[in-house]
Antibody, heavy 121, light 108 residues
Framework: EVRLLESGGGLVQPGGSLRLSCAAS????????MTWVRQAPGKGLQWVSVITGRGGKAYYADSVKGRFTISRDNSKNTLYLQMNSLRADDTAVYYCAKHDSINYFYVLDHWGQGALVAVSS | YVLTQPPSVSVAPGKTATMTCEGSDEGGKSFQWYQQKPGQAPMLVIYYDSDRPSGIPERFSGSKSGKTATLTISTVEAGDEADYYCQVWDSGTYQDVVFGGGTRLTVL
């Protein structure tokens, strides 16, 4: 059974940093691209970042480019999102999700339960 | 790339619900659909325009014509009430994963 478990969320002040983790199990982690998606309170889904299965390529939404960094440790079956220079509009539930391919980003076939990040003074 | 969905759709139990997702260009993209119930993570219900993951009832079906995808739920049940999001991969320069704004399905 595929399982994705996010951790590392919490309350942080504007300008602060936070690192989210997503522990994966039930599949060969390195064979699949992974994505972070966020959802602000009462709003829709917003894609944040994606990384290929081997970690060689990563892409970001314009709203987080230069502030967030996605990475993965395939030896630990874990996906990360380093978030710096956080702003109030980064407040959201952050989901990690698995793609159905190593290098293509068509389908998100499994999702974690999400981690809440709140940016406030 | 922009995906446009109607904000809401209402349907009586036992009837058929249809919701659309219009892309901003013809691009030949594959559409996915996700169901999100309150307080839960999204769940894939349709992929590659019309395929259903295992465990998703046959009542859920997808189609595409040109730049518009459609999700159809037949014989709607109260448990189908949720937000539904369409999504594509814009495999151009920026490799963006794009979501529509979502459609809230209300079962009357």
């Amino acid at each position: 059974e595929v399982r994705l478990l996010e951790s590392g969320g919490g309350l942080v002040q504007p300008g602060g940093s936070l690192r989210l983790s997503c522990a994966a199990s039930g599949f060969t982690f390195s064979n699949y691209a992974m994505t972070w998606v966020r959802q602000a309170p009462g709003k829709g889904l917003q894609w944040v970042s994606v990384i290929t299965g081997r970690g060689g390529k990563a892409y970001y939404a314009d709203s987080v480019k230069g502030r967030f960094t996605i990475s993965r440790d395939n030896s630990k079956n874990t996906l990360y999102l380093q978030m710096n220079s956080l702003r109030a509009d980064d407040t959201a539930v952050y989901y990690c999700a698995k793609h159905d391919s190593i290098n293509y980003f068509y389908v998100l076939d499994h999702w974690g339960q999400g981690a809440l990040v709140a940016v406030s003074s | 790339y922009v995906l446009t969905q109607p904000p809401s759709v209402s349907v009586a139990p036992g009837k058929t619900a249809t919701m659309t997702c219009e892309g901003s260009d013809e691009g030949g993209k594959s559409f996915q659909w996700y169901q999100q119930k309150p307080g839960q993570a999204p769940m894939l219900v349709i992929y590659y325009d019309s395929d259903r993951p295992s465990g998703i009832p046959e009542r859920f079906s997808g189609s595409k014509s040109g730049k518009t995808a459609t999700l159809t739920i037949s014989t709607v049940e109260a448990g189908d009430e949720a937000d539904y999001y369409c999504q594509v991969w814009d495999s151009g320069t920026y490799q963006d994963v794009v979501f529509g704004g979502g459609t809230r399905l209300t079962v009357l």
